[in-house]
């Protein structure tokens, strides 16, 4: 038996989630049906609005609703330091931690051969850009994953920038390899940041 339409649909659209496989994606969508009318507005709204209101920030390439974001914008931040991340969420998980004040830079991906992804399909050019213009920054901290990917992408970078007289440093591994930034504890990444090294 075929699902009406509406429901097909909505289970197409909770397939394009990432980690939800045809179950789960049914289960939802019967699940949103039974929900009250107002909460099922309420969510459609907040999906449309998500995406409509933020953007990219045209300096850090962080999510952000004003541009630049309110980390680029804060002249009271550390303007020495700039930490490269793969992704926005990352930078949610350092500034959960209280204890780094500088700024970011988001590069939206690592280097992957695999999967054909070059030095210009992520925000590399973006970064040194910035670092021309930007004279006060002395010290780039590289936080990608503990990746293969990562790593290279760290390594990458690094060379790029380097002749140019900037301290380039990696956050030191009390990460486990192969573990993302996201899903690191506040502590670990701490001592990450306080335990970095020259590369
Ligand atoms: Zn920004």
């Known amino acids: 038996m075929q699902y009406p339409e509406p429901i097909a649909k909505l289970i197409d659209s909770y397939l394009k989630l990432p980690g939800i496989g045809e179950k789960t994606a049914t289960r939802l969508a019967f699940f949103t049906i039974d929900m009250q009318e107002d909460d099922v507005a309420d969510f459609a709204q907040s999906l449309v609005a998500a995406k409509k209101d933020l953007h990219y920030c045209s300096i850090c390439g962080n999510i952000t609703e004003s541009d630049p974001c309110i980390i680029c914008a804060d002249r009271q931040r550390d303007q020495t330091k700039v930490i490269v991340v793969e992704q926005p969420k990352d930078v949610m998980s350092l500034e959960r931690m209280r204890e780094y004040h500088g700024l970011y830079h988001v590069l939206h991906g690592v280097l992957s051969p695999m999967e054909g992804k070059g030095p210009e399909d992520i925000n590399i050019t973006g970064l040194v850009k910035r670092l021309q213009k930007n004279t006060d920054l002395k010290e780039v901290i ?16 690094s060379r790029l920038i380097k002749p140019a007289q900037i301290k380039v440093t990696r956050l030191a591994h009390g990460l486990a390899v192969g573990s993302d930034i996201e899903y690191a504890d506040e502590m670990t990444l701490f001592k990450a940041i306080e335990g970095r090294q020259e590369i």
């Open 142 to 157: 590289i936080a990608t994953n503990a990746t293969p990917e990562g790593e290279a992408t760290a390594m990458y970078i």
